[in-house]
Nanobody, 122 residues
Framework: QVQLVESGGGLVQAGDSLRLSCAAS????????MGWFRQAPGKEREFVAA???????TYADSVKGRFTISRDNAVNTVYLQMNSLKPEDTAEYYC????????????????WGQGTQVTVSS
């Protein structure tokens, strides 16, 4: 069982940066593929980024070059550095973990956090 708690969301202006954090419970954090997803009002949840056990990362085309996912296994935390934020990045951001599969598959996540809101004003 893994519990995930996101933090770092907020209200920013277009062009600003934010760093989201996701703290995970449990002693097997390093064995999980970790992902970030987001859901905007009235839209389906979408993949943002994922990082493998060995820190290989993948990104949605919409955030490639602006967002960076990273992980620190020593403190059971995954991060999402978001730069050059745009109004269309406004969404609830969720952290997720899966014990099997790869970063190349966007499905199969077993555990989800409660989300943190990111709002980008124009």
């Amino acid at each position: 069982q893994v519990q995930l708690v996101e933090s770092g969301g907020g209200l920013v202006q277009a062009g600003d940066s934010l760093r989201l954090s996701c703290a995970a419970s449990g002693r097997t954090f390093s064995s999980y593929v970790m992902g970030w997803f987001r859901q905007a009002p009235g839209k389906e949840r979408e993949f943002v980024a994922a990082i493998s056990r060995g820190s290989i990362s993948t990104y949605a085309d919409s955030v490639k070059g602006r967002f960076t996912i990273s992980r620190d296994n020593a403190v059971n935390t995954v991060y999402l550095q978001m730069n050059s934020l745009k109004p269309e990045d406004t969404a609830e951001y969720y952290c997720a973990a899966k014990g099997s599969g790869t970063v190349y598959s966007h499905g199969g996540y077993d555990y989800w956090g409660q989300g943190t809101q990111v709002t980008v004003s124009s």
